[in-house]
């Protein structure tokens, strides 16, 4: 049996199998397993972050940019 995954489900509108057979079709014929693996991983973090900002899970760019601020700085006292 194959366990469900940790990350976003993916959407409904394809199946997985589908979405993965396409994924395939499209890498090269000198495509590596890491090769196919990496596509896998993208399109997986792709829908997770959809899925996110679907549901309101998002951070508003000028926080982002002040918590990055503020790191730079701290670092460049340390």
Do not use: C, F
Not at 21 to 47: C, G, K, N, T
Not at 50 to 68: F, Y
Not at 70 to 76: D, F, H, T, V, Y
Request: avoid cysteine; charge should be negative; proline fraction near 5%.
């Amino acid at each position: 049996m194959i366990p469900q995954s940790r990350g976003a489900p993916m959407s409904t509108d394809e199946s997985v199998k589908a979405k993965a057979h396409d994924l395939v079709d499209r890498l090269p014929e000198s495509a590596s397993w890491d090769d196919l693996m990496y596509e896998i991983y993208v399109r997986q973090a792709i829908e997770a972050g959809i899925s996110d900002a679907d549901a309101g899970r998002t951070v508003p760019h000028d926080m982002v940019k002040g918590r990055l601020s503020s790191r730079r700085i701290a670092s460049s006292t340390g």
